[in-house]
């Protein structure tokens, strides 16, 4: 397996696995393996964007808030290099970056980021699925995501 099939299949669909039983401790392990696979490892090609979203996440995860929005930083400088879109969406997937907004106490950045990303399709993501994303229940409750739901429950 390759790196990214390593955490992108198999490390963050444990993490989702373990959020969806409400099982932190479970999760935090496979944030730290995520977290330990890509730090100071050369992220680089075709497949960095993927690697640096989910580095951020499981860093957001950990509590490690700075590296976090270091990685956030360096991502968004890459898309604004590379991405075809203006915005710097493309290609980014919208519950990897809003589950790491959230982690980071940043409920409007996280769902600024669905409403961008929903409206033009990224990640192939409906609100229906938003609401039970297991990247996103530190959203739930919260007066942002409750907001977004409802406004997108047509």
């Known amino acids: 397996a390759t790196l990214s099939d390593s955490v992108s ?3 963050d669909v444990k993490a989702d696995a373990c959020a969806r039983l409400a099982n932190a401790a479970c ?7 995520i ?3 890509l730090t100071k490892r050369p992220l680089s090609g075709a497949g960095e964007a993927g690697m640096l979203m989910e580095l951020a996440l499981a860093q957001s995860a950990l509590g490690h808030a700075s590296e976090s929005r270091r990685t956030l930083d360096r991502l ?7 991405a075809a879109r203006s915005d710097g969406t493309g ?14 106490g940043q409920p409007d950045s996280a769902v600024s ?3 961008r990303s929903l409206s033009k399709g990224n990640g192939g993501y409906t609100p229906k699925f938003l609401a039970i ?3 996103l229940r530190m959203l739930h409750g919260t007066p942002e995501f409750e907001e977004f739901l409802r406004a997108h429950s047509h």
Do not use: C
């Open 76 to 82: 968004f400088a890459l898309q604004r290099r590379t």
């Open 27 to 33: 999760e935090r392990v496979y944030y730290d393996s």
């Open 133 to 135: 994303n297991p990247k």
């Open 35 to 37: 977290a330990t696979l």
């Open 9 to 11: 299949a198999y490390l």
């Open 113 to 115: 980021w669905l409403e």
């Open 91 to 104: 290609g980014l997937d919208a519950s990897v970056i809003a589950g790491t907004y959230a982690r980071l």
